[in-house]
């Protein structure tokens, strides 16, 4: 299951799609909308996506792990649309006959998701909004008068 | 025809979430050029996907395809 | 919450022990019962615990790891008695505000959970039963006659 | 009175889960060579508790004191 939703994620749905008889070990990641950062309060965040193609990067990330880590079973989902704060954002769930290979698997497709997949966060904080700039969140496109510093 | 899809940042300065083009040869290089004389934004960090795949700055775009221009994602 | 059960987990109680609104990741092990092991088969499993001393184990591994991951929050549980195949044996949930330190706090405790916590299984199998050695799982102490050869 | 609690395959071969030790000044060597002496297990691989605490070979047991006889855990 790899799937961009605008609904809440039932992160029990999403763990169900790995577990199976023979996976002793289930890593479930989940990211969530936090409401500060730094010193920086959220009201809410924005997320936009290129679906498709959001899609099936999703499923190419999934592809890869089963290559890597040739015993996991991988399900991703990410929501987009406005989410409150403590959302879930996105869930990850990878099993394995073997731990380490649930965290390692379950570790490379969020830091995929971060680097590749085409979904956007706007942070709409209490003293204006903006688009979240790279995957390290180190860098912020401002909006000022329209036009983006970068 | 090329089909041009912007998103996030990109989509608001230019106010259009999609842009067409005439068909003309061009790689994803001149694209970039092109967009960035014409719209002001820097291209630097945008990454530009062909028919949904992340393509090269030497990549040719051909008649029909749909062209993303993405910036830094942020997902997660 | 750091307990041990006789009843049926469930993950999603143990994940809202950790989350809030500033953990931006929140990372989850469960270990299930798994049917094969190799060529084996199991039918079920007998876990037993040393129960106070491993419900007091278990608050010092979320105590060691609040200390080395300072914004991290923790909860473990483990179940005791019979398990069927696919029953959750272990859920350990961890959330802060950095992706990073949620995958090594994690990993750090179930590792120790495994070599510290006075927990041990019995498998039984469809050739007989045996309590499982170590925590690597490479050492078997196989009855025989009521007598275990070491 | 030393109170000795007994788990998995050692419960299993001395077919008690307690067992009661008059006391004795003794360390956690000398207790695991008596068990070892008198039980016929291995105690290579087993750890000691004293009063719910991982004990070291040469640490002393005490009037009192709930030793528990802790082999190789596989919990998880």
């Known amino acids: 299951m790899f799937d961009i939703v605008t609904t809440p994620i039932s992160i029990d749905h999403v763990m169900k799609q790995v577990m199976h008889h023979n996976a002793g070990a289930v890593v479930t990641f989940v990211g969530t909308v936090r409401e500060m950062t730094g010193e920086k309060q959220t009201l809410y965040l924005q997320y936009e996506a290129y679906e498709s193609m959001a899609r099936s990067m999703l499923s190419r990330i999934g592809k890869e792990i089963r290559e890597k880590w040739p015993d996991t079973r991988v399900a991703i989902v990410h929501r987009i649309g406005r989410l409150e704060i403590g959302d879930v954002a996105v869930a990850i769930a990878v099993s394995s006959p073997h731990r380490q290979d649930a965290y390692e698997a379950n570790r490379y497709a969020i830091e995929h998701i971060k680097k590749l997949v085409p979904i956007w966060k706007k942070e709409h904080w209490t003293d204006g909004k903006l688009w979240v700039g790279n995957q390290t969140e180190t860098v912020s496109f401002k909006e000022r008068g329209g036009v983006a510093r970068l | ?76």
């Open chain 2, 1 to 76: 025809m090329i089909r041009i899809l912007l998103f996030a940042q990109l989509k608001d300065q230019v106010g259009e979430n999609k842009l067409l083009l005439d068909y003309q040869p061009l790689s994803v290089a001149d694209l970039k050029k092109q967009m960035q004389d014409r719209y002001k934004f820097q291209t630097k960090d945008v990454m530009v996907a062909i028919n949904e795949e992340y393509a090269a700055d030497y990549d040719m775009i051909h008649d029909g395809d749909v062209v993303a221009m993405i910036p830094p994602v942020s997902g997660g």
